[in-house]
């Protein structure tokens, strides 16, 4: 057997030897100004399709007429198939060679050879049938017809069969007339006609990805279609066109689907075109209200650009992209009933904003200065483009946008004044050019203060900082500048100039240190004189110098055992003291946080203290020691912590497993050992790669146990933790245990199902290439998935093969193919395993379950 991974890019195969290729895409886009303009030789238009590859648009022009015309990619008429009787929808085979066209007045499909633009086959649909619509999708060609019965159904036709004929198709449900078709991804559509007095819309969609139409849903839709419907190339969505907006809806069941809807001018707008290209930009025709003409979206609800036709307005399905990935094609039709042909040549460029912010908050000499900007637009500016820059005219180096849109420039002037940069950025593939220019101001920086922060104020030592300020801190000040000072005595009007003090050029901060010799009432005069980048300032600093404050110091050491005496060392400063002074002491630990132990100790003629304590609490125990002060002494406090002991005890986590299903239930059980008056355990759940959550907190049973439970999805670390009692101290405890992944298999293809010894095989034809889809939740992108396929002979199962790394894709899914060459009557079953990588630390490898399977003729 053959496994085949399939992806939207390239079928990748795994031959023998499992070896594997890579496929990837790339897209340029160019820039245009404008929209091209060709009048069109039609007498009625219908639809439109591009074929990129012989460089050719063709047109057809529906019921009376005889022929499709055939332009090149700018209008210019190249020739007109004559014969195709009322030529209407139109469709281009996968490969781009044929182009098949329902002719309603000739009741056939006929196919016309791109290359020679000559018609090469045609397919009678019945008398009085009058094919309306085609579409291409699952290897066939699918078009609408009158029945018989004069309602409107579906019918194919395979191009790959020897003798290829319309067949009908009798699960396609009857509808009023022939209805309209639309494909993508796999999806045919299957619309009602557009019927101005209906109040819904008739809609069904099918799965024809194996040829086989699979009904998907059929209903109605409320509120008329105002133009055809179209699916997007990937399958999933329906574009509705309805008289306002054109809304969004799920072609699995016609729910309505995000963005919702696109909005196409007001509700007079009556949207009848649509157009996805492959990239997912949706381009739509409105053709009435102030809004008419065309409007272009990306992934979201903004319009990107909207152009008006002045000349006319977009005809009914009259927008299709072309095959490059820039150009619109619009057909529009003016009040003369004249067809012209609009080429947008770069329809999906948009206008960029260039903007620029002065220095924040402004440039100062002689200091390097940012100017930031951003450059955007709908959607971001390529990272690492680049943006011209000048100043005053002449050239400085250019900048690079970043990631964000952002870009900063950066100068340096030596002189005031005002100065004009100018930024210029030269578009690219989504933007057009823009240029934008600000006068940047160059100024000195004003200062203020300088203030004072004393450290010490006595008659023995004056000592204080300041600071020169600058206008929102900035700096720094230049090497060597200083403050001068200026000391007066208050009292006596003395005045005495003392040293510069040197000025720090990084934060403008400087320190006097002075000896007045008396106490009293000073002023310091603080000047700065100003440099290249600041202004000057001056400020005076007054102080009382009072008496001696006296420092405290504690001697405790860090650590005592409870329950033993504790003594320690206290000193206060700026002695001697008189007889009689006390200090009080106070304890708070966990027995005592609001209401402390509070005692009195003597203080010594030297400033001397000894506090003696018997700490009875373990852990944290904090001793404060106050002096009150007394005439040549200020008050004072200190505080000290000592740790106190506290005994050992146990705490263990376990879990009622090692590893769990993807989603099980893990039970957690905490055991504490023996405590004080603290029986309180937490417990905590870290999944691997998130946050650590709490699970449960809670008082342990008579056991010493506390259980929670945890619902899985990823390897998780589970923490008990004690926060410790009076004479217990703090502990934790950690659990690990495994997830495993969900692994959702699911085979398809195959024509029924049998029963062996109880076991449902699905049945294929020999023909037939079974799809294999894996699904791993959680999201598994990027990881692996190995299929294993058995066969069944003497009495047991046997491996065939299994294959190497198949990489999930951006839903955590991937798909492989099995071929079933040589394997008629035999019994098969398959299986794919989740194999985590280094990378994938949160989850384990995991086995899905077996999908069985057998081969008939």
């Not at 390097?368 to 390529?382: E, K, Q």
């Amino acid at each position: 057997m053959r496994f085949q991974q399939v992806s939207l890019t390239a079928a990748i195969s795994v031959v023998a030897g499992l070896t594997t290729a890579a496929v990837g895409l790339t897209g340029t886009a160019a820039r245009a100004d404008g929209a091209d303009t060709a009048a069109l030789p039609l007498s009625h238009y219908a639809h439109m399709v591009v074929d990129g590859a012989h460089q050719h648009l063709f047109f057809s022009q529906g019921a009376g007429t005889t022929g499709i015309v055939v332009t090149d990619l700018s209008g210019t008429p190249v020739t007109t198939i004559d014969g195709e009787q009322g030529a209407d929808g139109l469709a281009l085979s996968a490969d781009g060679r044929t182009l098949y066209a329902a002719l309603t007045d000739g009741d056939a499909i006929a196919a016309v050879d791109t290359a020679t633009l000559t018609e090469t086959g045609r397919f009678g649909t019945g008398a009085a049938s009058a094919p309306v619509s085609v579409a291409q999708a699952g290897g066939k060609v699918w078009y609408s017809y009158t029945a018989d019965d004069g309602k409107g159904t579906v019918g194919s036709l395979d191009p790959s069969a020897a003798d290829p004929a319309p067949s009908p198709q009798p699960v396609m449900p009857h509808w009023p007339g022939a209805p309209l078709l639309s494909t993508g991804g796999g999806v045919l559509a299957v619309s009602a006609a557009q019927d101005a007095h209906s109040s819904m819309t008739h809609i069904a969609t099918y799965d024809v990805s194996s040829g086989t139409p699979s009904l998907k849903v059929d209903m109605g839709l409320g509120g008329a279609a105002t133009g055809p419907v179209q699916v997007t190339p990937d399958g999933t969505k329906l574009l509705v066109p309805q008289s306002a907006s054109v809304y969004v809806y799920s072609t699995a069941d016609l729910m309505a689907a995000k963005p919702y809807g696109y909005y196409t001018g007001g509700v007079s707008s009556s949207p009848d075109s649509v157009a996805v290209d492959s990239d997912g930009t949706i381009a739509l025709g409105a053709t009435a209200g102030p809004g008419a003409g065309a409007y272009l979206y990306a992934a979201d609800q903004i319009a990107e650009n909207h152009f008006a036709f002045p000349a006319g307005t977009v005809a009914p399905d009259g927008l299709t992209w072309g095959t490059d990935g820039r150009t619109l094609y619009a057909v529009t039709r003016d009040d003369n009933g004249s067809y012209a042909l609009d080429v947008l040549g770069d329809a999906k460029l948009t206008d960029t904003t260039l903007t620029l912010n002065s220095p924040s908050p402004y440039a100062i000499p002689a200091q390097r200065f940012t100017v930031t900007g951003t450059v955007g637009g709908h959607g971001f500016v390529p990272a690492g483009a680049t943006l011209k820059v000048t100043r005053d005219g002449t050239a400085l180096p250019d900048v690079k946008v970043g990631a964000d849109g952002s870009f900063a420039l950066t100068d340096t002037r030596q002189d005031e004044g005002g100065y004009t940069y100018e930024v210029s950025y030269a578009g690219d593939a989504t933007h057009r050019p823009a240029t934008t220019s600000l006068k940047v101001w160059v100024s000195r920086v004003s200062t203020s203060g300088p203030f004072a922060e004393v450290s010490s104020l006595t008659p023995h030592k004056v000592a204080f900082t300041g600071t020169v300020m600058t206008d929102l801190t900035r700096g720094p000040f230049a090497q060597g500048d200083t403050v001068q000072v200026t000391r007066t005595n208050e009292d006596t009007h003395e005045s005495v100039q003392l040293p510069a003090a040197p000025l720090d050029p990084a934060t403008g901060t400087f320190t006097v240190t002075d000896a007045p010799g008396a106490a009293g009432w000073f002023t310091y005069r603080l000047s700065f004189g100003g440099d290249i980048t600041h202004q000057p300032v001056s400020n005076d600093a007054s102080f009382t110098v009072s008496p001696y404050a006296s420092a405290l110091t504690l001697k405790a050491p860090a650590t005592a055992t409870r329950g033993n005496a504790l003594s320690f060392g206290a000193v206060l400063g700026d002695g001697p003291y008189a007889g009689g002074e006390t200090v009080t002491v106070t304890r708070t630990d966990a027995a005592h946080t609001t209401t402390p132990v509070t005692w009195t100790a003597p203080v010594a003629a030297d400033g001397t203290i000894t506090v003696k304590d018997t700490p009875t609490i373990g852990g944290t125990n904090v001793y404060t020691v106050g002096y009150a002060g007394d005439a040549g002494h200020r008050a004072a406090t200190a505080s000290a912590t000592v740790q106190v002991s506290r005994a050992t005890t146990s705490l263990t986590v376990a879990a009622d497993a090692s590893t769990y299903a993807y989603g099980a239930t893990a039970t957690v059980t905490a055991h504490l050992g023996t405590t004080y008056n603290g029986r309180t355990v937490s417990l905590w759940a870290t999944p691997a790669g998130g946050r650590k959550t709490l699970v449960k907190t809670g008082t342990v049973d008579s056991r010493g146990n506390l259980a929670a439970t945890y619902k899985l999805a990823h390897n998780t670390t589970f923490t008990a933790s004690y926060t410790g009692d009076y004479r217990y101290a703090p502990a934790t405890a950690t659990r690990a245990v495994s997830d495993q992944v969900k692994v959702a298999q699911a085979l398809s293809g195959s024509y029924t199902t049998t029963t062996y010894s109880g076991t449902t095989y699905r049945v294929y034809h020999h023909t037939v290439r079974p799809t294999v889809t894996t699904t791993v939740s959680p999201d598994k992108s990027g990881q692996c998935v190995h299929f294993q396929v058995q066969r069944y002979y003497s009495g047991a199962w046997h491996t065939l093969s299994t294959s190497g790394c198949f990489t999930l894709g951006s839903k955590s899914t991937v798909t492989a193919r099995l071929s079933l060459s040589q394997a008629v009557g035999q019994k098969f079953r398959v299986r794919s395993e989740y194999v985590h990588s280094s990378k994938d630390t949160t989850n384990v490898s995991t086995w899905g379950g077996w999908q069985y399977l057998t081969v008939r003729t």
